[in-house]
């Protein structure tokens, strides 16, 4: 990032507009920031860093706090600050939270809320808009687009006052942090993350391989796999036993039911021949029935024969009776009809005055038509004024009618786009308050953690407490234990040489000493303990000493846990900040009242986009109506010219009818009547004719058909005179005495049928029974009829035993499916948990040495930093032993930290005066400016050096050359000098005379009464 110009507004001590034009100092200036103390030089970095963050580069003092206290009332406190990043320029304009008066109300004020506009600066002097004016936003993409948040942005370009020695004194964590955005090592800690979930999630798959496994084998009722295998070799030797059985029951089955089936079937048999034997008595008992059937059947033959000539004679008798009584119905057909003749001959000589009256009618009728289609004319006439009266009002009508519709969409119109606006206004807030409902959400997990770790520290306190206790009084048990020993091992001792004193004789050699003089030789006075009570001491002994090394080791883990848990503790304080002190419920409140706005505003969202299309649908029938208005208007005059063309029509054809014939209705009832009056006298005329015409025709048919059945009836008489006398004849050569006997012995040929076929069926009978009986006595020669009561009960046991058996089959051999079934299952679980295993060797060995988990406890984006880190350290020493004339240079700590707190960028520092390594913090106050000053510049030169790193073109100092000699103050400038030559810009903010002389630009702060101003001097 490179600064152009800074223009500042009521900004701290300065009441006006002050602006300063980096560019005007010179390419890649090294200038002076001078003035008196309170003049307002920190208040340039405040400004830069307020502009881009909305904080100052101390962060002693708020956003609202910042305004100038001179300034005037409508005078707003504003920052702008135009810089340069990758070769594009931007503009960020911000203002914070301020009273100012009311517009035309110099005596009302308000509060004017903090605004933030961001745009890209564009060649030919356009502006793209980032941000329009959501102060979190814009500091979002200030983030997004330097890799710096505020901190880091403070660390490692702006140096503020009493600030040095952060930047030395950073943690190996928060260095972490400075340096991941610096030089873009996320993916090695995503890496590490991903490595992390894997490798927790091949243990969750193993643990739940593990479960399903012991699952299986609770299922199978077995305790091993090994079980599980004795019991299947067991099953399928007892499988092969159960077949074995369950064959041979099956045979004795299949014995037993043959039997059965083959008594069932003689059984049946001997049944049968007792019914053939039933039989053939019954058809006995038939016969004499049978003899009187073949006489009738004999006799009814006979008469068959005859039956003919007497029907013929029956016949004859029918026909003679039916001609005369058709001839007599023909005479008085023929009367009947010759007298009604002579009536229509009468009625014909009315037709004469009939027509007459019918001509007169015809000549009436033709005029009455004349006058009907004047009257049609005249009516159609007044039809067609009436449909263009009618289509002139639903015109006007209609036209009325659209105009209050277009009022009406006019109204909806206004009312959409009043909405519409509103809630475009809302939708406006919803970025802002989207990433204020994801920082809120953080606080949140971050203050839920933190409780959470902190109730674990509580926990772990009284655990400690508890385990000092039990550690002390272990400690006074084995010391007293230990001293029961040391007395026990010391009375041993001295019984062996009382032992050993016993022996010695006079003048004989001490087997200790050798003297041959024994003048105090040892004496016990107590009991000797034994070798079995010095060991069983001993023993004791260890047990206290190893219960009071277990208590020890428990109570190291537990501290160690607790200083773990201290420093996470401290890394959420440390993130929550001032939030820290705030209860989880108000968080919690505060969440979700961020949630339901964003999720009221993202409702809002569909509700934007159906007004849209509402407002364009309104607006399309807006002008569809204006269209209807226009066409209407064009039809109404349309109808009115035709109106006034159909009234002149009617008047005409008004004057063309007689007046009486203008009533409705009455010229048509003159026409209906004088047309039925014609109707009825034509219709007279054509009945008296047609009644004339069928009473001749009908009488002359009636005449021949009298003729025709006096024939017939004469012919009829022969014809029976000859039937009569062939009957007589037949009947007397007959066997019939008489007619009677003669009918009494006739039947129809379906009942002779009848008796033929009852005959022959008895016949059929006899000669099948004869048969049958005949053959069953020879089949049942020599047999006994069979006991099937007998042969069911021993079907039935057999069938007892087959169903055990194959019971005790089927349950074993399911037994032997479901555990042969469940092995394999558990074969395929436990392949599978052994290849999870495996995978889990890998990724679990390199989880852990990515997360830090081995070792230094240095995790895989640590390590690569520390690389980095060490790269940043060549250069920052090569400089600090340039300002310290060869005495220090900067070193990574590279051994672990104690406790839970991250190691591997720590730093310390070599001191060649005294050839030791110590700790950064020893360094005084000038001695940690210089090594402040060559760690911000290694780290820039190195920054840059990796592709992709952040570019740091800038450096602002703010004092603490003032520490140092004038030697080392020399030292310094002209490091500053070579960093200059290599393309930075370097501003200092120095009240140290020597400065000024040797540093030409500058920017002066000038302070007055009131207020401060800004001169240039280049």
Known sequence: MRPISLRMTAFGPFPGNEQIGFTSLGENPLFLING???????????????????KSTGDEREAAQMRCDLAESGSLTEVEFIFELSGKKYLIQRSPEQVRPKKNRVEEVTVQAPKAKFSELIKGGEERLIVAKRVSEATMEIERLTGLNADQFRQVMVLPQGRFRQLLMAESREREHIFSNLFQTRIYKQLEESLKNRAAAIRKEVEKHNQVCRGILEGAGVESIDAMSEEIK???????????????????????????????????????????????????????????????LQSAESALKLSTVYENANRCRSEKDAALEQENKARQKSLSLKMALEEAEQKLKEIEPISAQLDHLKKEGVQLDAYGARALKLTEALKEKQ?????????????????????????????????????????????????????????????????????????????????????KKLAAVHESVLDDARDLEMRWHQGQAALLAKQLEADQPCPVCGSVEHPEPAISMDAIPTESDLKQAREKEQAAQKQLHDAKVIYFELKRDKENLDAVVDELKTDLAEQAERSHDELMRQHKQLQEKVEDLLKQQNKVDQLIEAVNKIKGEETSKKQKLEETNRRLTEKTAILAAKKAEFESAERELPKEYREPGYLQKRIDETRLSIEKNQQKITEIRKVHQDCMGESKAADAAHMAARDTKEQSGKNLIEAESKWDSFLKDSSFDSESVFLEALLDEEEIRDLKEEIESFEKQVNQTAGALKQQTSALEGKQKPDLAALQEKLAKSNEYKQAAEKAFRETEGRLVQVEAIRKKLEKTESERKKLEEE???????????????GNKVSLQRFVLSVLLDDVLIEASRRLRLMSKGRYQLLRKEDRAKGGRASGLDLEVEDAYSGKVRPVATLSGGESFMAALAMALGLSDVVQAYAGGIRLDTLFIDEGFGSLDPESLDLAIRTLIDLQSSGRMIGIISHVPDLQEQIATRVEVISTQKGSSIKLVS
């Open 36 to 54: 008196p103390t309170g003049a307002g030089k920190t208040t340039i970095l405040d400004a830069i860093c307020f502009a881009l963050y909305g």
């Open 234 to 296: 067991d099953l399928t030797t007892l499988k092969q036993q159960l077949e074995k059985d369950k064959i041979e029951k099956e045979k004795l089955f299949l014995d037993a039911s043959s039997a059965l089936q083959n008594g069932k079937i003689i059984f049946e048999q001997f049944e049968q021949l007792a019914f053939t034997k039933a039989e053939q008595t019954k058809l006995e008992e038939r016969k004499p029935r049978i003899l009187k059937l073949r006489e009738r």
């Open 387 to 471: 449909v263009a009266e009618e289509e002139k009002r639903k015109a006007k009508k209609l036209l009325e009618t659209i105009n209050m519709e277009l009022q009406e969409v006019s109204k909806t119109r206004d009312s959409r786009e009043t909405e519409l606006k509103i809630l475009q206004a809302n939708q406006a807030e919803l970025p802002g308050l989207q990433l204020n409902l994801k920082e809120a959400k953080d606080l949140l997990r971050k203050r839920s953690e933190l409780e959470e770790k902190q109730k674990k520290i509580t926990g772990l306190n009284s655990r400690l407490e508890q385990m000092e206790r039990e550690g």
């Open 840 to 854: 889990y060797s890998l990724i679990g060995t390199l989880s852990e040495v990515a997360n830090g988990m081995t």
